[in-house]
């Protein structure tokens, strides 16, 4: 995401071929998790893999389709660690707390 | 903006650039992106607590039209996504009418998603599944999965109203190549949303056979 930071400082966006290379990666992604929705999984298993994928996927819209990596690297380094540190926030508040409910056994339903 | 632009970035001491030396248009839209990523980020995390949570989670999705219809609206999302590129592009070069078409085939592409996803709704109601009841007595099903696929396609309808306003600016010769650029950011975060959103909720409640 970083090489191409100091290379320009303008809009040298990719060409459409490379695009399309993107949407297809995209796609075929989407098509793989739809496949592993079938598969017989642990419900945490297949969340952290579903997720794992998805933020893959984002990371690929954000670079290209967004244009992150024709950026200057100050942008991404203005923008990305500040939102991902908050996200890292949100789990580590929410998710020790919310393993209460586990322990209030069928208590939910 | 070309006023702006020019204007001479002086030292710290005058208020120096703007650090990412991004255009106030792009760094603003990239601010609202960041906190709409955290409230999306919130109620998705909410949505996985009460999902491992809650064993008998409904799974109301079978593979036809359940999954097969949002597997066809994650592709028309995804290439809408690819027309905003090319309209971008097109705008760049200066080729009005070319931005034109590419954004209203991008609009185009909005409304069918959000006419499919209405219909999936509907046929959610026909098989008891509401915001507020369902068969298998969750009711924290309804509240997260149309709380949550209804603000995204909240975002998803003024998105086809901010394009069709740019659309018709553009033919009448407003706007800049930026704030095309701009837009298509937001067109694409309300895609990136989608790929978590889909996967999420659609394919963890998959009808089982």
Known sequence: ?109 | MTKEAQAPLTGVWSGGGAPPLTSSKKLGMWLFIVSDTLTFSAILLAYSYLRLANPDWPRPFAFYPGIMKSFGMTLVLLLSSLTMVLGVAAMNRNDRKATVKWILATAAGGVIFVVLHMTEWFTLFHEGYTPWSNPEGVPLFGATFFGTTGLHMLHVSIGVIYLLVMAAGISRNKFTAEDVEVSGLYWHFVDLVWMFVFPMIYLMSIKLR
């Open chain 1, 1 to 109: 995401m970083s090489a191409h930071g100091n290379e320009s400082s303008g809009h040298q966006a990719g060409s459409s071929s490379l695009f399309l290379k993107v949407w297809i990666v995209l796609a075929v992604l989407t098509g793989i998790e739809v496949l592993l929705g079938y598969e017989q999984l642990a419900p945490v298993t297949m969340l952290t893999i579903l997720v794992l994928l998805s933020v893959f996927k984002a990371g690929l819209i954000i670079a290209y389709f967004m244009h992150m990596k024709y950026e200057r690297i100050s942008l991404f380094f203005a923008l990305v660690p500040a939102t991902v540190f908050c996200i890292m926030m949100i789990c580590i508040f929410f998710f020790p707390d919310s393993l209460r409910i586990l322990q209030l056994g069928t208590g939910l339903r």
